[in-house]
């Protein structure tokens, strides 16, 4: 029997669609949502069933911005064949993407225990949420907004793609909210850093999510428990990313710095009182 129900796989599923891009860690919800339905968060099954749930969201990601991928990766694999076309700025963002995402696959396999285990704790993801929330909103305020898209270097991309591991090593800091900031710190505007930060997290967590889905499978996660919550992160991520665009384009991030305080204070008090156990 699944240690994953189907109606438990769409509630979870919905939670992965709407959280995994905004900047309020999907994986910190999920493992609190996770604590109040009974559900061990340090289950071997239930962390395959998490990761492979997040392939839903990055579908939805690759269906959004399709165009853009498809523009990407063409210039790529012109530039591959000819040298002129390595000058064009989307062959070049296509090795930042891969290079970037390297830190977060080195660190991964290596402290994947720790991940796992200890640092799966819903203490660390309460506190987690609030320190981030901290970085957050001190990277709005440094930030002078001042680069596009277009403006982005190899360095950015490093940057960006590093502060990644934040988010993996400490579920609750939030991949989106540590890649956000650390592009708002490098001065680019709200909608540049968001939409880095969705490119920057296609092999990521789709790499993620694939490695975890033999594990996911043979634990007890469940065929139809993973096929339902990947389909309904897929539907709700897609129309969560088309609200963000739309969001960070003429609103700052403090009411995500908001919400995050007062989800890690809760949680504090619920841990405290017994309601949720770590």
Partial sequence: MSVISVGQAVVLGAVEGVTEFLPVSSTGHLKIVEGLMGI?????AVVGF????????????????????????SAWGRGLRDREERYHHDYKFAW????????????????????????????VVAG????????MWAADQMGRHKRGEDDTSFKDA????????????????????????????LDLDRVAATRL??????????????????????????????????????????????WLLKFVAKHSFNA????????????????????LHS
């Fill in 96 to 123: 930042w993407v891969i290079c970037a995402t390297l830190p977060i696959v080195a660190v991964g396999l290596a402290a994947k225990p720790l991940i796992e285990g200890p640092l799966a704790s819903l203490w």
């Fill in 256 to 275: 995500f710095v908001v919400y995050r305080i007062v989800v890690g204070v809760l949680l504090f008090g619920l841990l405290g009182a017994g309601v």
């Fill in 158 to 185: 490093m940057l960006v793609g590093s502060s990644q591991i934040l988010a993996l090593l400490f579920p609750g800091f939030s991949r989106s909210g540590a890649t956000m900031s650390t592009a708002l710190i």
């Fill in 50 to 73: 998490s990761a492979v749930i997040q392939v839903g969201a990055i579908a939805a990601v690759l269906v959004y911005f399709f165009k853009d991928i498809v523009r990407i990766v």
């Fill in 197 to 242: 930060s969705f490119f920057l997290g296609i092999p990521a967590l789709t790499g993620a999510g694939l490695y975890e889905l033999k594990d996911a499978l043979g634990t007890g996660a469940g065929a139809a428990p993973l096929a339902v919550g990947t389909g309904v992160s897929f539907v709700v991520a897609y129309a969560s990313i088309a």
């Fill in 40 to 44: 061990p968060v340090d289950d071997d």
């Fill in 128 to 135: 987690s949420l609030i320190v981030g929330s901290g970085v």
